[in-house]
C-alpha cells in the first residue's frame, strides 16, 4: 500500500513539473543575449575618433615645441660664440652676412638690429624688439593650439554622449523595454566618450601652461643675450654704413630743393 501510494505520489509530481520545465525552457530560449563591447570597441565609436585625431595632434604639438625651445637649439652656442667674435673684432658687416646665411632665433633678432643700427640706438632697439615679438608670437600661436584643443576636446566628447543616450532612448522606446539595466548599460557606453573628452583636454592644458612658461623664460634669455651683444655698441660710427638690403627707400621730399625730383610750389611735376 505505501509503495503504491509513493508512485502514485511521484507520477502526480513529475506530470505538474513538466509544463513549469518547459515554460522554464521557453523563457531561457526568448532571453535576448546581452551583447558585451570591449573597451577598444568602446573607444573606436564615431564620436570618439576626433578626440584620437586631438590627442595625436598633441603629442606633435608637445614633441615640437620642446625641441625647439630647448636651450641649445632655442640660442644656439654656436650662434653667440660666432657673433660675439665679429662684434669683437668690430666686423658687423661680417656679423650681418653670416645672419643672413644661418637664419635662426638668435641671428633673425641681431640681422635686425644691425640692419636698423644706422638708424641710431633707437631704432636698432625697436627693430630687435619687433624681431623678437616676431619670434615669440610664431611660438605662441602653436602653443594656442593646445588651449584650443583642451577647450573642444570635452564639448566633442559631451556631443558623443548626448548623441548616444539620444539613439539609446529612441531604440528603448521602439522596442518597448523597461528593464533598467539595459538603459544603464546603454548608458555606459555613451559615457566613454565625455571621459575620453575629458582625458584630451586635461593633459593639453597642463602641456599648455607648461610650454608657454618655458617660452616665455626662453625670450627673456634671448632678451639678455642680445642686450650683452649690443651693450656699448659703437651707433656713431655706422651712421653712414648701408648694410646689404638694408638700404633706406625713404628719399628727401620731393619738394625739398635740391632733390632729384624738386617740383616747385604749385607746380605739376612732369611725367
Known sequence: MNSTLRRLTGFAALITASPLALLAQEAAAAAPTVVKQSLLQDLSAPAILPLWFCSALIVYLVI????????????????????RSFFRAGDYHGAYN???????????????????????????????????????SRFQSKIAYLSVIGVIAPMIGLTGTVIGMIQAFAAMGQAGAADPSKLSGAIGHVLYATASGLAVAIPAFVFYYLIRNRVGHSIHVLSDTVNELFRRFPYNHLAEVEFEGGASVAATPNWVAGSPTFVQPGQSQQA
Not at 64 to 83: C, H, R
Open 64 to 83: 615640437d615645441l620642446y625641441m625647439k625651445t630647448a636651450s641649445k637649439t632655442f640660442i644656439s652656442p654656436t650662434a653667440v660664440e660666432s657673433f
Open 98 to 136: 653670416w645672419a643672413q646665411a644661418n637664419p635662426g632665433i638668435l641671428a633673425n633678432v641681431v640681422h635686425a638690429g644691425l640692419k636698423h643700427a644706422p638708424g641710431g640706438k633707437q631704432a636698432a632697439e625697436d627693430a630687435m624688439a619687433s624681431a623678437i615679438i616676431g619670434e615669440n
